[in-house]
């Protein structure tokens, strides 16, 4: 069976490989004659899943020792609630930059457990890029600055994070976590939704710096990182089957050279449908600045909804999924995370070359 061509915008496409060895130990997981979602979350088995899925984590993104690792649920909008509940001093408030959709609803949230300010917002130009760091000012007392490190649905990607000093920086990397090098020491704490470069929908990355871990009574057990740090995130019962696919993910993107084999075949991605838009005179036209565009998400439009309409169903009839650009922004978007192989891109680039001289 031919495998898509899929460029959603998440959840996204696993690696065949992955999927091929979860295939391989659905009803067998290592000799237990059971599925992997058949096992207890306190068995031995299930155990080497969860601290393979760790360990590796560890390895490739180089987590220092002082930071903790858990593997949580609710996706990244849980996470815009946990942040400022469990970080949030209400006495000298936080600091969000905006740059998108999904920083709005993280400052919304952040509302709503305390006084915050907005560090810096490129909202009224319309999201085309990410804001210069000069531009960004916060309070020296704030309790933390958070900026959302990739917009999915306007294909900004920030190229370089702000020195935040002793106020500690949080990040949402739900779209491009795993994808390039980073100083994990930069960020007080990252979290990232797992469905587009780490595994399926289901399961949450937190990395947290383990001084900003905190007791507070006043905190819902279950929304307290000290309660999942203090059981390995083994507080209630995880999302087993996610963090399985989740360390098959972590163990292919080891056996590809790691995130710096990784972080090079993206940026040779992103540089095919680039090129193919930047040398079309205008017929495809990027949203994002140049300065400010993402490897992970690319947005474009065409010269009407005419010529949009046509290009999306001429991309479905030639098994292309999910070049539709998200309903507020309109035109086209390719998502070409850490799975998506160059062969891909290169088949779109050449399609898109092909339209052009078909329909100009």
Not at 49 to 69: F, G, N, Q, T, W
Not at 148 to 173: C, F, K, R
Not at 265 to 277: E, G, P, S, T
Not at 300 to 329: M, N, W, Y
Request: hydrophobic residues 35%; negative net charge; proline residues 4%.
């Amino acid at each position: 069976m031919a495998r898509a061509y899929n460029f959603n915008a998440g959840p996204a496409t696993l690696p065949e490989e992955v999927l091929l060895k979860a295939q391989k130990e659905f009803l067998d997981f290592e000799g237990s004659h059971m599925s992997v979602m058949e096992l207890s979350h306190r068995s031995k088995e299930y155990s080497k899943v969860h601290d393979k899925a760790s360990a590796l984590l560890r390895e490739l993104m180089e987590i220092p020792p002082d930071y903790e690792i858990l593997f949580l649920q609710g996706g990244a909008s849980l996470q815009f609630s946990m942040v400022p509940m469990n970080l949030l001093d209400r006495n000298h408030g936080a600091s969000y930059i905006l740059t998108g959709s999904w920083s709005e609803k993280a400052l919304k949230e952040a509302k709503k457990v305390g006084p915050v300010e907005i560090a810096a917002s490129t909202k009224e130009s319309g999201y085309h890029a990410i804001p210069p760091l000069e531009d960004i000012h916060w309070k020296q007392e704030t309790s933390y600055v958070h900026l959302t490190s990739n917009n999915t649905i306007y294909g900004t990607q920030w190229q370089e994070y702000p020195q935040t000093g002793q106020v500690p920086l949080i990040a949402d990397m739900s779209s491009d976590i795993l994808s390039k090098k980073i100083d994990v020491s930069r960020f007080g704490l990252i979290y990232a939704g797992a469905q587009k470069n780490l595994g399926p929908s289901g399961v949450t990355v937190v990395i947290i710096r383990k001084d900003l871990i905190k007791h507070d009574d006043s905190l819902p057990t279950m929304l307290s990182y000290e309660t999942h740090a203090n059981s390995k995130s083994l507080y209630n019962t995880p999302p087993t089957l996610a963090i399985y696919l989740l360390s098959l993910v972590l163990e292919w993107a080891k056996d590809q050279g790691g995130v710096s084999q990784i972080e090079k075949n993206n940026q040779q991605k992103a540089k095919l449908i680039y090129d193919a838009i930047d040398e079309s005179n205008g017929f495809y036209t990027g949203h994002a600045s140049l300065e400010s565009r993402s490897h992970m998400n690319i947005t474009f439009t065409l010269p009407s909804s005419e010529l949009t309409e046509k290009f999306l169903q001429e991309a479905g009839d030639a098994g292309f999924i999910g070049l539709s650009g998200h309903r507020s922004v309109g035109g086209c978007r390719a998502s070409i995370y850490n799975a998506v192989p160059v062969e891909h891109c290169l088949i779109l680039a050449e399609f898109m070359k092909k339209f052009q001289k078909t329909n100009s």
